[in-house]
């Protein structure tokens, strides 16, 4: 009998481990189980990461829990993040609202516990669960999912095709956030071969040939892009001029024309600091952002307690994030309360931390993402934009009220909107064309 039942266990539970490689240098592995229950599935997802920065090995870690129905839709997740400066748990489940059904989430960082909901438009899936549902279409015939990520807490379209069948497995494009994943998979769902975003591969392999690490490439000089000329005392650029390959964010400091894209930094002192922005997402709290808390406004007041106008307070937070949050390398998911308490970390804490304060003194600011010329090449870099009457860039890491004219911006927001530019990422090209 006990064997029996033994055997029944193992016939309800598959498990599939995958090795991820960058470069060739292994970088980590996920393993995923799927366990039959009377209501579907709890589909458990490991995955580790090990990266070096600055020649220092980061190591990320994560584990989810997602509860599905028989068809795979999302009933209930838990997801918790771990690194060795940061720890993330957040839970959700779905429920019926008065019109629609809603994700209701709970995140819980920096010893703060922030709950939200998201409406929802659909049925909502894992990402690690859409193989077992590709694998029923047919060759050719587009199919869309809702796709729910706990890590940057967002619903994102999922646009997935088989390309191709060869013997026993299938070819899956997936399309999600600009970025295509090209996986080979058995034809009962089960990943085999994976190319992803940002060169990583992932193919299925032994737990102990999964489990087994290799040298962390740099990820900091890996991506950088090299300059044709030596651009002399960065820090004071005020115009940049440049003939670029790829997709090039247009905002208020940067124009596009064709492939010439012009950086100039702007100043405010010609600027009407009392004239108001109509979009309030630029002051709101976020399960990152945490710009309500009491913490961080009473920081903030403090700060900027011998501030004559907003733009006094702008360059009294900078100073005071760039002199008191050390700079070191980090794999986190940025939260401003959590850099409040370690008081250390890279541009990403220095930016999230930036906004948060100025967001609690009813500043609006944002979050950029882009490239930054540093050492005779463009590496990538996060910094800060607020509007006092116009949109002005603010760089906390570098202490830079005006952040120079090397900053080339390609996203702004959140995570998720700094996820869309994974499939740019190595495939961007810059060349100085002239600067001053």
């Not at 599935?41 to 090990?50: A, D, G, Q, V």
């Not at 591969?201 to 290799?214: I, N, P, T």
Request: proline share 3%; glycine share 6%; hydrophobic share 40%.
């Amino acid at each position: 009998m006990h064997i029996l039942l033994l055997t029944t266990y193992y016939l309800l539970l598959t498990t599939n481990w995958m090795g991820m490689y960058l470069q060739g240098e292994k970088i980590g592995y996920t393993q995923t189980i799927f366990e039959e229950k009377n209501y579907g599935y709890n589909i458990k997802e490991l995955t580790s990461m090990t990266l070096s920065m600055m020649g220092t090995k980061k190591t990320l870690s994560s584990f989810a829990t997602y509860k599905v129905d028989k068809n795979y839709k999302l009933l209930s997740f838990t997801f918790e993040l771990n690194t060795e400066a940061q720890r993330i748990l957040s839970n959700g489940k779905i429920r019926r609202g008065l019109f629609r059904k809603v994700l209701d989430i709970s995140v819980n960082t920096g010893g703060k516990r922030i709950n939200k909901e998201i409406k929802l438009k659909g049925d909502i899936y894992p990402m690690s669960a859409l193989p077992k549902i590709i694998c029923r279409g047919l060759i050719g015939q587009p199919q869309e999912f809702l796709v729910f990520d706990p890590s940057i807490q967002a619903i994102n379209p999922a646009n997935c095709t088989i390309i191709k069948e060869s013997g026993d497995s299938i070819q899956v494009k997936t399309k999600l956030l600009s970025a295509t994943t090209l996986t080979w998979l058995t034809k009962d769902g089960i990943p085999l071969y994976e190319q992803q975003p940002m060169g990583i591969v992932a193919k299925r392999e032994s737990q102990d040939q999964a489990l087994m690490m290799g040298n962390a490439p740099e990820i900091l000089t890996m991506f950088a892009i090299q300059s044709n000329i030596k651009i002399e005392h960065p820090r004071e650029v005020k115009f940049l001029k440049t003939i670029v390959e790829g997709r090039f964010l247009e905002n208020e400091c940067q124009t596009l024309h064709n492939d010439t894209l012009i950086i100039q930094s702007l100043s405010p002192h010609k600027t009407n600091q009392k004239l108001k922005i109509k979009n309030q997402k630029y002051l709101e709290s976020t399960s990152f952002i945490q710009c309500k808390d009491k913490r961080i406004a009473k920081l903030a007041k403090e700060i900027t307690r011998s501030s004559k106008d907003n733009w006094d307070k702008v360059k009294d937070i900078t100073d005071w994030v760039s002199r008191n949050i050390e700079d070191a390398p980090t794999v986190t998911m940025p939260s401003a309360l959590d850099v409040l308490e370690l008081r250390q970390g890279d541009c990403n804490e220095h930016s999230v931390l930036f906004v948060a304060l100025a967001r609690a003194i009813g500043i609006p600011s944002d979050i950029v993402v882009g490239l930054v010329y540093i050492d005779g090449g463009f590496y990538y870099h996060a910094w800060a934009k607020v509007w006092v009457g116009t949109w002005i860039a603010v760089d906390p890491t570098f202490g830079q009220y005006i952040a120079d004219a090397t900053h080339i911006a390609l996203a702004e927001g959140e995570l998720q909107e700094q996820a869309k530019i994974m499939d740019i990422v190595g495939k961007l090209k810059i060349r100085v064309i002239e600067y001053k």
